[in-house]
């Protein structure tokens, strides 16, 4: 155990040691700005309509939202999501219904009434917009 420990120790006083790891510049999402400073606001985007909606990355992705949200409001009393997307409304609205996985309890038990774990849906579902990316992505999804 002291073997063990010691190499850890010595390991770790290497790393700190060593001019590339200590010199190493660290970068913050705030910019120049302290960490006392209060952040500036973010900058407005304009988010991007898809007709049809957008292609997946990966086979379990939520879908992403293709329309503004600005004005929809998902609270404990309301979820103006279900006005376009419930049992209901969807063809009426040719909007895409809420999937079956959210009316399960987490037993696995059909619900009436939509699931609590699955009622605030950008938790999973968001919209896109042509923001910049704040750090560099080189992501590439399943074709």
Not at 39 to 46: E, G, H, L, Y
Not at 73 to 97: D, F, G, V
Not at 107 to 121: A, H, I, L, N, P
Request: glycine share 6%.
């Amino acid at each position: 155990m002291k073997k063990t420990t010691l190499i850890v120790v010595m390991g770790l006083a290497g790393f700190m040691a060593n001019p590339s790891t200590a010199s190493a510049e660290v970068r913050s999402l705030r910019g120049d700005l302290d960490i006392t400073e209060d952040s500036r606001p973010a900058t407005a985007v304009k988010p991007i309509a898809e007709r049809g909606g957008f292609d997946r990355s990966y086979k379990l992705q939520p879908p992403m939202i293709p329309h503004s949200i600005e004005k929809d409001q998902i609270t404990l009393k309301t979820n103006t999501c279900m006005r376009c997307h419930s049992e209901e409304n969807y063809e009426k609205e040719e909007a895409p219904k809420v999937g079956e996985s959210h009316f399960l309890s987490r037993d696995g038990k059909t619900m009436e009434k939509m699931s609590s774990r699955r009622y605030f849906c950008n938790q999973c579902h968001a919209p896109q917009s042509d923001a910049p990316e704040l750090v560099e992505n080189s992501f590439q999804g399943a074709k």
